[in-house]
């Protein structure tokens, strides 16, 4: 598991611990069954990579080659 992979996984952690829920406002996207597709967010996350170590390459997650450049 690469460097991106952690930091990945730390931030989906993050969301979902300390994340701010979108239930109070409108959802414009629904579900197949027309209930609203709310969304959990979390500001001022800031990723830093050293490419001295190793380029920031998610494994976890399926990505085209011309995606990831």
Not at 30 to 40: F, L
Request: charged content about 30%.
């Amino acid at each position: 598991m690469s460097k991106a992979d952690l930091i990945y996984r730390e931030n989906c952690r993050a969301i979902l611990e300390r994340g701010v829920w979108d239930t109070d406002r409108d959802a414009r996207p629904r579900w197949e069954d027309g209930a609203p597709a709310h969304t959990v967010k979390l500001f001022g996350v800031v990723n830093r990579y050293n490419l001295q170590e190793e380029f920031p390459i998610m494994t976890l997650r399926r990505t085209s080659r011309a995606g990831a450049i």
